[in-house]
């Protein structure tokens, strides 16, 4: 009764496990599915940067206890890819060995903080505590000591720094105005150009965004020392602010190093074209953690909309490994980007270049859709759920409004 065992509940995870439900009902089999992740919740992480991030989260066992999945609230602490076990240590610290007979590797990805002086004092919003910390230190800033404290700086111009930078630029807006100030928001990057992994096609969008909402930048700059009231930057500038958010760089999950697998620079494992991790027998891989191909000459992002497609199809060639079925080959759909740019709307792009389709409103209006719609799975609802876990299922096919 080993059957298939996720690890991670996160996109990758839920739908790896759904996905491997909905084979077997579909064919009549018995198969038992149990996902093992140290939290009760599916965090919403695409969302962390928004405000109130605690409501960012939706009840695993409402997911996926409908259809059966068991649950083991556990951290994987080993796995023995020869032997078949997960070590994994409950929340009391408890270990125990759970048995795979196919295993799914969803633990997804982290940010990777610096090595500064004053580290520590960074703020980020990688993670459901990370982010409620900041949103807590926001809202207390009224109480600090005048100097800097409307001052928040973002290290890293990528998809989050972007996002959490426009964001601030009013949510620390309105925090300030109460007390009759103004809030200053600046974005710091390490390369010559904002948003250098997106690509120019976004650029003049973003470009609009960041100083229709006041947004300073400094390019070619990087942080490099971190005091409880300020700053300092490479080019020597002091900035005085209690609030330093760092977004630069993320890696999959330290886990996959447990796995006897290739890793590329991201630290994702290889994986064939059925998601099974290359070289180790009985594995897979979905989500942050695999190093899949999406597209001749391109590899899937560490984005919601390659997880969520990796995990339906990780779950269903597991299970069809297990019973014997043919596997079906991962097919991305095609790759798009929706970043929120606050108040100022939001850039909608199509394809590898980022050629934008929508922006302001418009691409908001999609944004939203989004965030508050298509990335949540179906609760309390099995049906539903197991229509969603089918490979093929489109999101254009979800129609009614979910809230979160
Ligand atoms: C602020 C922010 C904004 C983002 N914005 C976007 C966006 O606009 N669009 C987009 O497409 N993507 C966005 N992303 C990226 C997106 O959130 C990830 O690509 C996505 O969450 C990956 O899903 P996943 O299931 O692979 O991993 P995760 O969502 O990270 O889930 C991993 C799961 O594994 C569990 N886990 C980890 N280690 C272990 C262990 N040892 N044992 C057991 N369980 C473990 C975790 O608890 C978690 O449940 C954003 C990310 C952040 C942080």
């Not at 890696?251 to 994986?271: C, F, K, S």
Request: charged residues 20%.
């Amino acid at each position: 009764m080993s059957g298939v065992v996720v690890v991670g509940g996160g996109f990758a995870g839920v739908w790896s496990a759904a996905g491997a439900v909905r084979l077997a009902r579909e064919t009549g089999r018995e198969l038992t599915v149990t996902l093992i992740s140290p939290g009760d919740d599916l965090v919403i992480r695409p969302r962390l940067y928004q405000s109130e991030p605690e409501r960012m989260r939706v009840s695993l066992d409402r997911i996926l206890g409908p259809v059966g999945v068991r649950r083991v609230a556990a951290t994987v602490t080993g796995i023995d890819t020869t032997g078949q076990t997960v070590t994994a240590a409950d929340r009391q610290g408890n270990s125990a060995e759970i048995r795979y007979d196919r295993l799914i590797l969803a633990t997804g990805s982290e940010l990777v903080r610096p090595e500064l002086p004053g580290a520590e004092l960074l703020f980020d919003v990688d993670t459901l505590p990370a982010a409620t910390e900041l949103d807590t230190h926001l809202n207390r800033l009224p109480d600090l000591p005048p100097e800097g404290r409307f001052t928040a700086v973002v290290v890293g111009a990528g998809f989050t720094g972007l996002e959490i930078a426009t964001e601030l630029a009013d949510r620390l807006g309105t925090i300030a105005a109460a007390h009759g100030e103004e809030a200053r928001v600046v974005l710091v990057e390490r390369a010559d150009s904002i948003g250098p992994e997106l690509g120019p096609g976004p650029q003049q969008e973003i470009a609009d965004a960041l100083t229709a909402l006041g947004v300073e930048h400094r390019l070619g700059t990087s942080v490099t020392a971190v005091q409880p009231d300020l700053v300092v930057l490479s080019d020597g500038t002091r900035l005085r602010t209690r609030t330093a958010i760092w977004t630069a760089g993320v890696r999959a999950g330290g886990l996959t190093a447990a796995i006897p697998g290739t890793r590329d620079r991201l630290g994702r494992l290889a994986v064939d074209a059925d998601l099974a991790v290359t070289g180790v027998p009985a594995v897979y891989a979905a989500g942050d953690t695999a190093a899949a191909a999406a597209e001749p000459g391109h590899q899937v992002m560490q984005c919601c909309q390659h997880a969520l497609q990796l995990g339906k199809f990780a779950g269903h060639n597991a299970a069809a490994d297990l019973l014997g079925l043919p596997p079906v080959p991962f097919t991305a759909t095609p790759y798009v980007t929706c970043l929120d740019l606050g108040s100022h709307g939001a850039v909608f792009t199509n394809g590898w270049d980022r050629r934008v389709v929508a922006t302001g409103s418009v691409a908001k209006d999609r944004k939203r859709k989004v965030n508050e719609l298509w990335i949540y799975p179906p609760t309390d609802d099995p049906d539903e759920l197991l229509r969603q876990a089918d490979y093929r299922f489109s999101v254009r096919q979800i129609t009614e409004p979910r809230t979160s």
